[in-house]
Structures are given as C-alpha cells and as structure tokens.
C-alpha cells in the first residue's frame, strides 16, 4: 500500500501534477482554497477537504504548490493544521519561495518531529500537464531517498544539497530562464524590424545553438501573440525579486538578473502582470514603439 498524500494547491501548476498523481494510482487527499478546483480532480479519484488541517490528518506525505512565501506561511504554520501533522511525515514546499525561508521552516518543523523537503519545479505548466517537470531538492538526503518515489509521476527529482538549496536552484534557473526569454523576445523583435518572417526565422533558428525550450514553447506564443498564462509574469517577477535580494545577501552582482527584473518589472507595470512569461516580448516592442505589431 502506498503513501497516503495530502496535495495543497491545485492551481495552474498543482492541478495538473496532482492530476498525475491520482492517475499514477496514489491515494490524494486535497485541499485548495476555491473549491471548485477541486472538481476535477474528485471526478477522477481524488478525495476534496474542506478544511486544510483535514487534508493533513494522517498523511504520510503532505505535497504543497502555492504561490508565494506568505501564503505558504500562512497555511503551513496554521496552529490546527500543525496540530493534525503527525511525527515523521514529510512536507514537500514544491512552491518557489526564498531560501532562507525554506531553511526557517525545515527549522521550525524540525523541532516537532515533521521532515522538510523544499523541491520547485521547472518547466512550467506543460511540464506539470506531461509530467515532465525539473525538481530541485533541498534538505535530508535520508528523508529525499525516503520519498524520491512520489516524484516520478511528476517528472525528473535531483538532489541539490541540504536545506534551502532547492530554492536556490530555482533561482538560478529563473536567471537563465529569463535571460532566454528577454533574448528570443528581442530576436524576433529585431527580424519583424529587419522585415523577415518572425515564424520562419524562429523555425529556421532550431536546431541551431539558439534552440531551447524557451524559443520552442514561449517563442512560438510570441509568433502567435497568445499570451495566455502559463507561468504568469508577475509571479516570475516575485522570483527574480528573490533572485536580487539573495544575490545581495552573498555580495554578488548579478547584471542579466538585473536587466531581466527591469524587463518584467515594466512588463507588470503594464498592466500585463497576468499574462504568460512571453509577454516580454510586450515590453521589448513598449520600447520600440515603431515596430510594426
């Protein structure tokens, strides 16, 4: 018999990861603040609480994907659900929150028995639809080992280090993402200047040294001009805010962070902040106003 897991957040990203979840034949109990998220996946084998220190009762695994550090302080250090936690079980935060805030809670949960894994994802919500995201751990490496299995439904776990590293690699990911994402939106900007076929030249462009999952998924919605989210801009933001203020922290100067942060913070700015991460591409036209649309 399997784990009995309890899955916190079911929005663009949790919904479908613990969709594959329930389809992998694990026993999900789940929680979400709007309910009617829920709804879907009861209809496939989960089983929907309203309360969140519910979900938690006797679960061997507690799996939460939230948006924020707030939110994830403000549901995970609720006195009734602490309450309902029993000793050994292990929350995994696959949430992107800071990581010295990841290494607070592996500390407080620590001292009541519980363990603590801090894995984000990458790969955004196609990953999360195919099961084929990046996951960084960080904490026990007896407790990652203890609980790899779970991962598989969801994609590819590696182990990264001790406590907080997790988020770490998060945000290392989050610079390189954007650093991508800030390149193929000037790209093509600069070939719809030129007076070239952007889908073509982004067609021509794979395969090449350019090539990546960033010009094959958002490049192709920047062609198309679907800025339906995915990964949404302003949560984005909220990671490489944390990307600077940690880069502050170690003494580090971090300029594509920088400029990045600058592209997305305009982009939000906007009033595009709900948009898909492509939406640079907004910005990078915003200030090239001349380029034809």
């Known amino acids: 018999m399997g784990p009995n897991i309890a899955f916190l957040g079911t929005g663009l990203m949790g919904a479908p990861m613990a969709r594959n979840l329930i389809l992998a034949k694990y026993s999900l109990k789940l929680w979400n603040r709007s309910q009617e998220k829920l709804i879907p996946l009861v209809n496939i084998g989960g089983e929907a609480t309203e309360f969140s220190e519910s979900v938690v009762r006797n679960a061997d695994i507690i799996c939460m994907m939230l948006e924020n550090g707030p939110v994830v302080e403000e549901v995970l250090f609720n ?46 919500t196609t990953g999360a639809d195919e099961g084929s995201l990046a996951i960084m751990a960080g904490g026990d490496f007896d407790v990652f080992n203890k609980i790899v299995d779970f991962f598989t439904p969801l994609g590819t776990a590696t182990y990264v280090g001790p406590s907080g590293s997790g988020q770490i690699a998060k945000l290392a990911n989050q610079i390189i993402c954007g650093g991508y994402l800030t390149a193929v939106a000037e790209g093509l900007t600069l070939a719809a200047a030129g007076g070239a076929n952007i889908a073509k030249v982004r067609e021509a462009l794979m395969g090449g040294f350019a090539d990546s999952k960033v010009l ?67 910005a990078i036209e915003n200030k090239n106003s001349s380029i034809k649309k």
């Not at 805030?101 to 028995?113: I, M």
């Not at 094959?216 to 920047?222: A, D, L, P, V």
């Not at 490489?240 to 700015?269: F, H, M, Q, R």
């Open 79 to 124: 006195q009734r659900l602490l309450d309902n936690i029993k000793k050994h079980a292990v929350v995994i935060d696959m949430s992107s929150i800071p990581p010295e805030l990841a290494q607070e809670h592996s500390k407080k949960l620590g001292q009541l028995g519980i363990y603590h894994i801090d894995a984000p994802v990458s790969g955004g």
């Open 216 to 282: 094959q998924i958002h490049g192709n919605r920047m062609v198309d001009r679907k800025f339906e989210p995915g990964g949404k801009c302003h949560i984005f933001l909220k990671d490489l805010n944390t990307v600077l203020s940690t880069a502050n922290k170690l003494d580090l100067d971090l300029p594509t962070a920088k400029l990045v942060n600058e592209i997305y913070t305009e982009v939000c700015n906007l009033g595009w902040g709900d948009l898909d991460q492509a939406a640079s591409l907004l």
